[in-house]
């Protein structure tokens, strides 16, 4: 089976999605791949509901059953072996709490969200596969032909999981009911749905990953290195853009992520990134911590009625600030992570 890359697919005139590898099944055509938002105002509790959490396919979801689905391990390994969905349910379980943005998530946009993902380990399942010596890349497939390829050193952290529950109910149909792949820190196109295969493979699969990509006076545009972890970001929930402020006094608030590390600050600027003032982290979640967002929140003392430019931004605990433009000369979509601006009138 010929494996492309999203740009080779994208470029062909095949599908216009939002995929980023694949070969698709064959679909019935009255199905569409979806893509639907989180209403970065609606957030309250620390764990997006289910209900509310982003949505964005590759392809037409497929139609599943946990009767008949199992997971296969194989590929460059020992011992290959399939496991039957109830099998896995048998299994001892673990819980993480990530975070999950989609790589091409613009600037204050709501294709992000964070859960409490239960499942397996996917190390505990590789070991038993007993992968060879020089296999460094596992391959993760869906049941819509979606794959991509990690390395087998994230593959094997204890927690990158095969995730059967969200929020701690069975994982909805929209988010790869039965089996999804959870890949902490990762960009979400990592976490592929409806897991089928996970296949070990002995050198990387260029075809499985998405580049950055650069724009230079003597080469052109050329590749600038694979798009995996998440860049640290922050966004605001409220107020909204253009909204009409009453009274000196809001409580402005959004949300944090660094990918791998945590977040060690948010900033808040009422005056289009002149000046800056430190938000705090919001009461009644837990600590910052790797692959999870923060909530933050800033009390503004509006001085007097007016037009103002509201910037907020993020530093991890590794020095990463979050950047006021994107460099120049990067042409992809990939890890847009520059400040939002939000305008508001206070009257």
């Given amino acids: 089976m010929k494996i492309e890359s999203r740009r080779q697919f994208l470029d062909r005139g095949v599908l216009v999605c939002t995929g980023f590898l694949a070969v698709p099944r064959a679909w019935n055509q009255e199905r569409k791949s979806e893509i639907s938002i989180f209403d970065l105002s609606l957030l309250d509790d620390w764990l997006t509901p289910n209900a509310l959490f982003f949505v964005r396919d590759h392809f037409p979801a497929p139609t599943t059953s946990s009767d008949k689905h199992k997971l296969s391990v194989g590929g460059a390994v020992g011992s290959p072996f399939e ?6 349910l048998r299994e001892s379980r673990k819980t993480v709490a990530v975070t999950l943005e989609c790589a091409e998530n613009p600037p204050g946009g709501g294709l992000v969200g964070h859960a409490e993902w239960g499942g397996i380990g996917v190390a505990g399942l590789l070991a038993k596969a007993q992968p060879q010596p020089e296999a460094g890349y596992v391959r993760l497939r869906g049941a819509d032909g979606y794959s991509r390829t990690i390395p087998m050193i994230k593959a094997m952290r204890p927690d990158t999981l095969l995730a059967l529950t969200m929020n701690g109910e069975r994982l909805p149909a929209a988010h790869g009911f039965p ?9 979400g196109m990592d976490s592929v749905k409806w897991l089928e295969t996970i296949e070990v ?3 990387e699969d260029a075809g499985g990953k998405e580049y950055r990509r650069g724009r230079s006076m003597v080469g052109g545009v050329q590749d600038a290195g694979p798009v995996s972890a998440m860049e640290v970001k922050s966004v605001f929930s409220r107020p909204a853009d253009e ?3 009453m009274g000196r006094r809001f409580t402005v608030r959004g949300a944090a992520w660094a990918g ?13 990134g002149y000046s800056w003032q430190a938000a705090r982290f919001s009461p009644g979640q837990p600590p910052p911590q790797p692959c999870a967002w923060v909530h933050w929140e800033y009390d503004w003392k509006i001085p007097v009625p007016g037009a103002y ?5 993020a530093t991890d605990e590794s020095g990463r600030v979050q950047p006021a433009k994107r460099p120049a000369d990067r042409v992809d979509d990939y890890e847009q992570n520059t400040w939002q601006r939000v305008r ?3 009257v």
């Fill in 83 to 88: 496991i039957p969905y109830a099998d896995l």
């Fill in 309 to 313: 430019e509201l910037v907020c931004r």
């Fill in 243 to 245: 909204a009409i402020l």
């Fill in 179 to 187: 089996i999804r792949a959870v890949v902490p820190g990762w960009y």
């Fill in 260 to 272: 791998e590390r945590p977040v060690k600050a948010v900033e808040v600027s009422t005056d289009g």
């Fill in 201 to 203: 493979i002995r050198e």
């Fill in 344 to 346: 508001v009138t206070a």
